[in-house]
């Protein structure tokens, strides 16, 4: 079993910035894609962005231009940084690495939370 870990949240006015971290147990992210969602209160996980085993990564379009992921195998780590954060950015955010080629798996972080103030 791999566990998956999310840390950097936190409390951030509108306009600042925050950078999470996805660590892995095991060295799982270059074979997967790895992806960060979000879940606020009374709505549905979303997808933010997602990084792909070639690197390819890819935005929700709430978040292009102002929300970057990255990888670094040699960490086991994931990252998001979160610029320019809106109040509607709110939310649990959330890791996930899966791979749908064998050998398959899809293992999710526990979240952290993000809270953008106005």
């Known amino acids: 079993q791999v566990q998956l870990v999310e840390s950097g949240g936190g409390l951030v006015q509108a306009g600042g910035s925050l950078r999470l971290s996805c660590v892995a147990s095991r060295s799982i992210f270059s074979i997967s894609t790895v992806g960060w969602y979000r879940q606020a209160p009374g709505k549905q996980r979303e997808l933010v962005a997602t990084?792909?085993?070639?690197?390819?990564?890819s935005y929700a379009d709430s978040v292009k231009g102002r929300f970057t992921i990255s990888r670094d195998n040699a960490k086991n780590t994931v990252y998001l940084q979160m610029n320019s954060l809106r109040p509607e950015d709110t939310a649990v955010y959330y890791c996930k690495s899966a791979r749908i080629l064998n050998p398959r798996f899809e293992y999710w972080g526990q979240g952290t939370q993000v809270t953008v103030s106005a």
């Open positions: 990084i792909a085993s070639d690197g390819s990564t």
